[in-house]
């Protein structure tokens, strides 16, 4: 799982895309891009930012497409699939 894109809903529901770097009991921890790869390469003293599991959802590039040059952008949560259950924890 470590390393897998995934849609993200923050603050707003705006989307965001980032890579999921471990999964705990109650949370995912996710990484943006750029720091996922420093990360991997240990490079950073930075952490990952934790979200609850209900607000992790699997990629999708249609979604990720406009997120990418759009920001503020919310999209219909209910046609995204959350990966929130069923995940294991490390």
């Known amino acids: ?27 995912v ?7 996922y790869e420093l990360a ?6 930075l952490d990952p ?3 609850r599991r209900k607000d992790v959802f699997n990629y999708c590039n249609d979604v990720a497409e406009i997120v990418k040059t759009n920001h503020s952008y919310i999209p219909d949560w209910s046609n ?7 995940l294991e924890c490390e």
């Open 40 to 45: 991997v390469k240990s490079q950073t003293q």
């Open 29 to 35: 921890l996710i990484y943006g891009k750029e720091l």
């Open 80 to 86: 995204l699939q959350s990966i929130g259950t069923g």
């Open 49 to 51: 930012v934790g979200f």
């Open 1 to 27: 799982m470590n390393g897998k894109l995934v849609i993200i809903r923050c603050c707003g529901g705006q989307a965001a895309i980032g890579r999921v770097w471990s999964i705990k009991a109650s949370t």
